[in-house]
């Protein structure tokens, strides 16, 4: 039997069982996991009740912006097939809802990939609506650089709420922040963040930002193929170095008149050059 109640500390070795199962071992939930059970959101376990291992979860994260993200949905693989995905969606959206009537959170959202058809399916039945998506960019897993880490000239920049809404970048992106699989609303405490862990960078002249949280996840404030494979080519080297899976970033549909010159710089998609990565927020 499956009962739920909330994450501890005390379940990590538990977790780390789940996620050695996810992405190849490459999950960032071990990173965050501490993080999680401390914040302000609500971190959901799901337990077998005979030895209270901890077989599932999912998290209800608050944005800078307001939102109550939801992520981290995860079952341990012996437990799959049981429905026990379906309750923790379903209990973990129950909790962001009495945030919302709180006034604690002002919306609830989350984001997904195409082929999680399951989840799309799911989430759409509980009231959730797809609000923007864009295309995943990458380089096959075995690609090698062709640069070396001393080709590049590499600074952080800071760079004000102001300033950053100007940029055409956030404008054709309806002012979403779309880094590490979380879309979010630009804020002064965002930037103020970002600024803070300088996540801001500047790579042989290109400017954008990164995050890391499994993965290096980059965005080119100037959307050419020479700032994507310069950034890509320099985060290529740091994830081999930190052995994190393979970097990522994201155009839109407009950016699709550059999808020659990628493919000449051995870019890929993870959905034949379609939009792939989904934004959804509940709206009943």
């Given at each position: 039997m499956i009962i739920f109640k909330k994450v501890t500390h005390l379940d990590y070795n538990d977790l780390l069982d789940i996620a050695k199962?996810?992405?190849?071992?490459?999950?960032?939930?071990?990173?965050?996991?501490?993080?999680?059970?401390?914040?302000e959101g609500y971190f959901l376990g799901a337990y077998d009740r005979n030895n209270d291992k901890l077989v599932?979860?999912?998290?209800?994260?608050?944005?800078?912006?307001?939102?109550g993200w939801l992520e981290g949905l995860r079952v341990h693989s012996k437990y799959r097939g049981k429905g026990i995905g379906r309750e923790l969606a379903i209990k973990i959206l129950d909790i962001a809802k009495e945030f919302l009537r709180q006034g604690r959170i002002n919306q609830i959202a989350f984001a997904t990939h195409a082929t999680n058809v399951e989840s799309i399916s799911i989430n759409t039945?509980?009231?959730f609506e797809m609000k923007y998506s864009?295309?995943?960019?990458?380089?096959?897993?075995?690609?090698?650089?062709?640069?070396?880490?001393?080709?590049?000239?590499?600074?952080?920049?800071?760079?004000?709420?102001?300033?950053?809404?100007k940029l055409d970048y956030i404008r054709k992106r309806q002012g979403l922040i779309p880094l590490s699989f979380k879309f979010e609303k630009v804020t002064k405490d965002l930037i103020d963040k970002m600024n803070r862990n300088k996540q801001f960078i500047s790579i042989n002249g290109f400017k954008g930002m990164y995050s890391?949280?499994?993965?290096?996840?980059?965005?080119?404030f100037e959307t050419s193929v020479e700032a994507l494979d310069t950034f890509y080519e320099y985060f290529s080297i740091i994830s081999k170095e930190k052995k994190l899976s393979?970097?990522?970033?994201?155009?839109?549909?407009?950016?699709?008149?550059?999808?020659?010159?990628?493919?000449?710089?051995?870019?890929?998609?993870?959905?034949?050059?379609?939009?792939?990565?989904?934004?959804?927020?509940?709206?009943?």
């Open positions: 199962d996810i992405w190849d071992g490459t999950d960032y939930l071990p990173y965050v996991f501490h993080d999680w059970v401390e914040d599932g979860c999912a998290k209800l994260s608050i944005l800078y912006d307001g939102t039945k509980l009231g864009n295309i995943i960019l990458s380089k096959d897993e075995n690609y090698a650089p062709r640069m070396k880490k001393e080709d590049f000239t590499v600074e952080n920049f800071y760079i004000s709420f102001d300033d950053f809404n890391i949280k499994g993965e290096i996840s980059f965005e080119c393979p970097p990522y970033t994201t155009i839109i549909n407009e950016d699709l008149h550059l999808k020659d010159k990628a493919i000449e710089r051995k870019f890929i998609t993870w959905f034949d050059w379609k939009p792939d990565c989904f934004y959804y927020v509940f709206t009943k």
